[in-house]
């Protein structure tokens, strides 16, 4: 069967490799020169199956309220004219619901487990390289109402089998000597070991070229015209290639991995999905010898930012900036960054030479991503990963091939189209 996969980020490619591991004839299309150049260009880094507390929780509706109009909010929304947004924003408040929060962090543990060992197998099998750590994920809090409420959220997480442990300011130290210096600000963590860290855009961009070398079809720097739409199934694709010359493609299924290109993608042949763009920042910076950086991956969940170590550089992103389609950089949000990472690391690396980046974020309402057929029957749906698509790309790719072959996939997880 050929397939053709929309969306050459690390969603897309990593399904790609599993479906051509299933012997299909497959084809990735991406309006990007290389693979992985936009969303998954400069992420945090994190395989963070601990970061499974979503956005969308009881206490989420009044600290976004006591955010509006600030700049440096950790979650900024930018009141517009837009019933996308609007749309986004009713669900969002339907899944701070108690009862749907703790559904929605069981989802996610269970497809982060399942990603995370399918990445480990799949790294163990070609030898990838990235500039991947195993040395876990450590949450740290300087605020002790942050910490108090994290128990709850860990307390469900352990019940799925994430091995999350609270710890407390000097057991943070232990874990990562770099903290030393901001000792006093600490008030406590939460750390989980079996996670990992790494270059989501080298893995990419590797991944891509070992999946070329097994007959993936890479189509790069083609722009998506249009989508063909025949009844209840998808008839084809109109693309433009990089000469602007028309090029349709016809295939016997399609993935749709577009990030948060996705929903406007679809809405034009009358499918409506609930994704809407989060953009979100990092900064890079060079790490020199004597510099003190952190080796540990680390979340500031006060101010919703997490910190990598990829090789000789250190990565710090996050925060989430509701505004459209719009990837400006608001340089203001990446100093604020910038200025949290020297709080809580003083000597971490050459802040001249940092570097800014603006990405956006497909999210749900809930987190949880859409998986699986759609109501086309031979359209499948990869997207609405949210801050997470670096964290379920291998396991939404290995399940997502599971479903074309018509096998239940081997992760307990509510797919789209499977009852």
Known sequence: MH??????????????????ADGHEVTVVD??????????????????VSH????????????????LGREEAPLLLRVRRDPALWRWCAGFLRECLPSRTRRNIGQLVRLGLYSRQTLQ??????????????KGILHVYTDAREFAAAEGPARVMREHGCDLDLIDADACVR??????????????GSYTSS????????????????????????????RIHALLREGDRLAGVELVDPDQRPHPLRADAYVVALGSYSAPVLDRIGLRIPVYPAKGYSVTLPVREGDVAPTVSLTDDEYKIVISRLGHRLRCAGTAELAGYDTGLNERRCRMILERLFELFPRAGDREAARFWAGLRPATPSNVPLIGRSALRNLYLNTGHGTLGWTHACGSGRALADLVAGRRPEVDFAFLGLN
């Open 175 to 188: 874990v990562e000597p770099a903290l030393a210096e901001a000792r006093s600000r600490i008030v406590g």
């Open 195 to 222: 996670d990992e860290s790494g270059d989501a855009h080298r893995f990419t961009r590797e991944l891509a070229a070992l999946a070329e070398a097994r007959g993936v079809r890479f189509l790069l720097g083609h």
């Open 3 to 20: 397939i053709l996969v929309l969306g050459a980020g690390v969603v897309g490619t990593a399904a790609a490799w599993f479906l051509r």
């Open 52 to 67: 499974a507390e979503p956005w969308a929780h009881p206490s989420a509706p009044l600290k976004v309220l006591s955010w």
């Open 31 to 48: 309006r990007q020169p290389v693979p992985g150049n936009e969303t998954s260009f400069a992420n945090g880094g994190q395989i963070s």
């Open 121 to 134: 197998s799949l790294r163990a099998q070609t030898g990838l390289a990235y500039d991947h750590l195993q």
